[in-house]
């Protein structure tokens, strides 16, 4: 007696079936076994005769009762799972003669997701030991994550198409865990630079020269991985030439790689740059090449594989990241105990910004399958969206820290001793001070520093000593006011920057001398260069992530309905708007003496909260239109069939 024998008609309006279970239908399982080599062929043994009987395997379907025909029993979860089925047959009978049918996992396997532990944390370490302070460390970030996105694209292409469990494909991903362990020691010594010949050129050198090794390695364990993929499938003709195609990517890319090794020895100058436009060219050729060849042939397109749910759970590691960056920042804000509110926002509108992000993605992600082609340029374009995700979690993390600063810094700047005589009715240069102004002045702006540094610790008393010393200096000479300015500017650039360094914000290193400069004039302005540079890549990434969230719903939507279009235009808009605010930072635009509106906005609160609000208004808008969409197909519904959704 089969499983179809067990099917009993009920008593209902609508047709329902029980699937009734005893030992014979549902026998205990027998113990695992892995095989050395796995076939990614479907078993055919197990096919349905037609669309109305179907032979479940022991144990894929609890007991339970199905509507075929009433609407909540559609959304139970066997019936989207034989939802799922009836369309992976529908996609297998739409392959040519000559295409192979495997085997398609409907969900990601823990294994895979175990090889993902792997890319988060090497991220988090990564993030961790880069701080993203000018334009050649905003580069290296950038460098660092596009070679670990790509490994993790490969090998995530290869898991949703022809994955399986045997002892072979174990072996490969313990290989590719020991991959991800290589990015883990290269990663924090990564620097992205051209011209490794100065500073810690040297060094620089055998970092690539191991980072080379290691993709080279990645991509071998790829080419063998297809290699045993072609001896299965190499009966079937037209699936012979995209496996070679994929076989010859892999170990040709292995090859490319070796080559560039060589790029990077010491004796050979001048080759370090081309060495790495390589890398990245490789990287990009390879994905687009085989991107292209799945594009052709329909048993190797991402259709029915878990590609969407490997994409939608790498964002939200990245997503996880931010979290991580923002409770780093809270923890750095948070060492006096003291929260003024507008850190208070900061921190509400940082976690609004990342839970906005999710909303947007996860509310719009298609969960039905989509054609090929758009199916894969959505894939790829998750690789600019994840960049931008990264720069707006930690950019928003640097500016809390950025407020903070200001907000300890205030008392300081903002002193009542800037209201004696000598700044607001100052004398000509080279006259004498006034003793007793002198000392007024002195004695206001000594208990200012105090204030800063009795709500503050500093990492050292070096630098409050030497602003006591300057200060008895003052006070003790009569100069003449330029040199009395120039030594309250020093004064007020020391403290800024011991300010910074308690906060675990210092100066980058300069080309050439791998020092960072002294607590003077040019450290402030390299200081306020760096949340000059975050300023520019957040507002950047925030506005072009609600662009790219609105590609991905272009891409991955199958119906397309009218209204939704004032979403998308919406998400536009403000996207290209948010975007436009990185202009500021342009030269024409900042003002050489004050700064001009840059340094207004970057010293207000409101970067943070602008963000916010322009992503909350993107989400109202989404809802308020899906709401209006519902409830015409509700009324549609209710007009051709007579029932209510």
């Known amino acids: ?59 894929d379907v609890s007991p339970e009762v199905i509507h075929l025909t009433d609407h909540n029993a559609k959304d139970s979860p066997s ?17 040519t003669e000559g295409e192979p049918h495997l085997v398609r996992a409907r969900k990601t396997s823990v294994v895979q997701l175990f090889y993902d532990l792997f890319f988060v944390a090497n991220l988090t370490t990564f993030t961790s030991r880069h701080e993203i302070n000018d334009a050649n460390s905003l580069r290296s970030y950038i460098g660092f994550f596009v070679i670990l996105w790509a490994t993790w694209f490969q ?11 045997s002892a072979f494909e174990r072996l490969c991903k313990a290989l590719q865990f020991g991959v991800m362990v290589g990015f883990a020691v290269t990663g924090p010594s990564f620097n992205a630079t051209i011209e490794p010949d100065t500073g810690d050129g040297q060094q620089n050198l055998r970092i690539y020269q191991t980072l080379t090794l290691i993709l080279m390695a990645s991509r071998a364990i790829l080419g063998a991985q297809h290699l045993a993929v072609y001896f299965w499938l190499k009966d079937y003709p037209k699936a012979r030439v995209p496996l070679l195609a994929h076989v010859a990517t892999g170990f040709g890319s292995a090859l490319i790689f070796l080559a560039l090794f060589f790029s990077f020895s010491p004796s050979i100058e001048g080759n370090t740059g081309k060495g790495i436009i390589g890398w990245y060219i490789t990287l990009g050729v390879e994905a687009i090449f085989i991107l292209l060849v799945s594009g052709q042939v329909r048993f190797m397109s991402f259709r029915h594989t878990p590609m969407v749910e490997r994409l939608g759970l790498l964002t939200l590691i990245i997503l996880g990241e931010g979290v991580i960056g923002l409770t780093q920042a809270v923890d750095k804000v ?11 926002g900061q921190i509400i509108a940082a976690v609004g910004i990342i839970y906005a992000i999710w909303m947007l993605y996860y509310d719009q992600t298609e969960k039905k399958r989509v054609g090929r082609v758009r199916q894969e340029l959505w894939s790829i374009l998750h690789f600019p969206f994840h960049i931008c995700i990264l720069l707006v979690v930690e950019g928003q993390a640097t500016l809390t820290v950025w407020r903070k600063i200001i907000d300890v810094t205030d008392p300081l700047y903002n002193s009542n001793a800037f209201n004696s005589p000598l700044f607001n009715d100052p004398p000509f240069d080279n006259t004498t001070i006034d003793g007793t102004v002198l000392k007024g002045f002195v004695d206001q702006f000594n208990q200012s520093l105090q204030d800063v540094f009795n709500n503050f610790s500093p990492p050292s008393n070096l630098i409050p000593n030497d602003i006591s010393d ?39 290193k300069h080309s050439g001398t791998g020092q960072t400069t002294g607590a003077n004039a040019n450290s ?17 990434a925030a506005g072009l992530t609600l662009i790219l969230l609105t590609l991905l719903l272009r891409l991955g939507r199958r119906e397309r ?4 279009m004032v979403a998308m235009a919406m998400r536009y808009l403000v996207g290209i ?30 970067m943070l909260p602008t963000v916010l609000i322009c992503y909350v208004i993107v989400v109202i808008v989404d809802n308020v239109v899906a709401n209006h969409i519902r409830k015409k197909y509700m009324k549609w519904r209710s007009k051709s069939y007579g029932v209510a959704v």
């Open 79 to 95: 019936a989207k799972l034989l939802q799922d089925e009836d369309e992976a047959e529908a996609e297998d009978e739409k392959l």
């Open 155 to 165: 090998v995530a292409k290869y898991d949703v198409r022809f994955g399986n469990d």
């Open 470 to 508: 300057a200060l008895n200096v003052i006070a003790d000479d009569k100069g003449n006011v330029t040199m009395l300015y120039d030594n309250v500017s020093e004064i007020l650039f020391s403290a800024f920057v011991e300010v910074c360094a308690g906060f675990g914000i210092e100066t980058p």
């Open 524 to 540: 402030q302005i390299d200081l306020v260069n760096i949340f000059y540079t975050v300023f520019t890549y957040f507002f950047a």
């Open 561 to 564: 309905y009218r209204t939704e």
């Open 1 to 59: 007696m089969g499983v179809l024998d067990k099917l009993k008609p009920a008593t209902s309006v609508h047709q329902v079936f029980i699937i009734e279970k005893d030992e014979t239908t549902f026998p205990q399982k027998a113990p695992r076994y892995t095989p050395l080599f796995r076939s990614p062929l479907k078993d055919h043994e197990h096919n349905r005769p037609n669309h109305h009987h179907r032979h479940h395997k022991h144990g």
């Open 577 to 606: 708007g948010l975007a436009l605010l990185a202009l500021m930072n342009l030269p024409s635009l900042v003002d050489a003496d004050n700064g001009g509106a840059i340094s207004v906005y970057l010293f207000s609160a409101w």
């Open 334 to 344: 948070s060492h006096t105990l003291q929260f003024s509110p507008d850190i208070i």
